[in-house]
């Protein structure tokens, strides 16, 4: 197992996400790739400043991520960290086939409701859509 991308927004479900994928890394040797995607809300046309919600959770991602780095840090394992925008399952599956990762690991609830409802189970669509094998953590 070479890449493993795992994808983490701060929540209780990424964490466990990304503990799996250290110790599958671990094991293997692989290289792990943390990904947090700042969603676009734009298309949603309520009355809001996008740019500002937008600024909010890229800021929030990246501070997810400063925490996913320690941990990597921490547990000796090699990862990159990046935060990417668009649909959520869209980008996971995308740079998942454009960067030949190996595993997608992911939790099986994200972070909110309210995002799952806006823009649907991400995990059921990487699951659906990934040219690789996922693994969702409970």
């Known amino acids: 197992m070479k890449k493993i991308l795992v994808c983490f927004d701060g929540s209780e479900w990424s964490m466990k996400a990304l503990d799996e994928t250290i110790n599958i890394a671990q094991k293997f040797g692989s290289e792990i790739t943390v990904l947090s995607i700042v969603p676009k809300v734009c298309f ?6 996008c740019a500002t919600v937008e600024a909010i959770f890229k800021t929030e991602a990246e ?12 547990k000796e394992v ?6 990417l925008e668009g649909s959520p399952a869209d ?35 990487v699951t659906a859509n990934a040219n690789c094998s996922v693994l969702v953590v409970r």
Do not use: C, M
Not at 91 to 100: Q, Y
């Open 44 to 49: 949603l046309e309520i009355g809001i400043d």
């Open 91 to 125: 980008v996971i599956v995308e740079f998942a086939k454009d960067n030949k990762i190996n595993l997608v690991v992911i939790g099986s609830k994200g972070k909110d409701a309210t995002e799952r409802t806006l823009f649907g189970s991400v995990t059921q669509k």
């Open 63 to 74: 501070g997810n991520l400063k925490k996913a780095e320690e941990i990597l840090n921490r």
């Open 78 to 83: 090699k990862g990159q960290t990046l935060v």
